[in-house]
Nanobody, 125 residues
C-alpha cells in the first residue's frame, strides 16, 4: 500500500505560478505510474498530467499543455506539478494518484489504485 500527500496549493493571481508536490510512502515509488487530476465545483474530476515509472514519458491534457509540467524524483519519492501562466479556469482541487506497475500512462480515474487527499488551487483574475 502507498500513502500520498499533496502540498503546495493556495491562492494565486492569474498569470502566476505554483508548484504542487505529492510525497509518497509505503511502497516502491519507482514502480508506480503517477498522475495529477483536478476537480472544480460542479464538474467531474479530470485528468491533468501523467508520468511513467522512469519519468522519461509524460502526457498532458490539452487545457494545460505548454503551461504545466509534471516531473518526479524517485530518490525523494515525490512527484511535482509545476503550474505556470495560471488561469481562473485552473481553479480546482488537485489530486495526486498512483497506479502500481502500469505499463503506460493512465488517464482515467478507475485506472489508479491510490489517491491523495487533494490540495486547493484558486486562481483570481
Amino acid at each position: 500500500q502507498v500513502q500520498l500527500v499533496e502540498s503546495g496549493g493556495g491562492l494565486v493571481q492569474a498569470g502566476g505560478s505554483l508548484r504542487l508536490s505529492c510525497a509518497a510512502s509505503g511502497g516502491t515509488f519507482s514502480s508506480y505510474v503517477m498522475g495529477w487530476f483536478r476537480q472544480a465545483p460542479g464538474k467531474e474530476r479530470e485528468f491533468v498530467a501523467g508520468i511513467n515509472w522512469s519519468g522519461g514519458n509524460t502526457l498532458y491534457a490539452d487545457s494545460v499543455k505548454g503551461r504545466f509540467t509534471i516531473s518526479r524524483d524517485n530518490a525523494k519519492n515525490t512527484v511535482y506539478l509545476q503550474m505556470n501562466s495560471l488561469k481562473p479556469e485552473d481553479t480546482a482541487i488537485y489530486y495526486c494518484a498512483a497506479r502500481f506497475r502500469y505499463m503506460g500512462i493512465a488517464t482515467k480515474m478507475h485506472e489508479y489504485d491510490y489517491w491523495g487527499q487533494g490540495t486547493q488551487v484558486t486562481v483570481s483574475s
